[in-house]
């Protein structure tokens, strides 16, 4: 079973940025994806950026397209989310997530069956 560990959220001002890490352990080698999710109050969890491990494509929202990159370390068994250019609108609860289920849609929360803790993010001057 895939457990996954959060860090690298706290407070930063808008136009700052921030590094996500997700440390996984456990059994790992078949998931289908990995990725980053957010939630803010009163609103819906969204897929934020996630990759595939079969051809390693990339999925980011269009809401953060080009300020944030996803990345892996396989040695350390992390994947990591640098988020550049960070505006109010960012501010959520940030959760790693991956998924057993093959979809072409692999950014959508609802595939998505083992969650780490999630770590706080917020963007305020």
């Known amino acids: 079973q895939v457990q996954l560990v959060e860090s690298g959220g706290g407070l930063v001002q808008p136009g700052g940025s921030l590094r996500l890490s997700c440390a996984a352990s456990?059994?790992?080698?078949?998931?289908?994806?990995i990725g980053w999710f957010r939630q803010a109050p009163g609103k819906e969890r969204e897929g934020v950026s996630c990759?595939?491990?079969?051809?390693?494509?990339?999925y980011y929202a269009d809401s953060v397209k080009g300020r944030f990159t996803i990345s892996r370390d396989n040695a350390k068994n992390t994947v990591y989310l640098l988020m550049n250019s960070l505006k109010p609108e960012d501010s959520a609860l940030y959760y790693c997530?991956?998924?057993?289920?093959?979809?072409?849609?692999?950014?959508?929360?609802?595939?998505?069956?083992?969650w780490g803790q999630g770590t706080q993010v917020t963007v305020s001057s």
């Open positions: 997530a991956t998924t057993r289920y093959y979809s072409s849609s692999y950014c959508d929360p609802r595939l998505y069956d083992y």
């Open positions: 990759i595939s491990t079969s051809d390693l494509s990339t």
């Open positions: 456990g059994f790992t080698l078949n998931y289908y994806a």
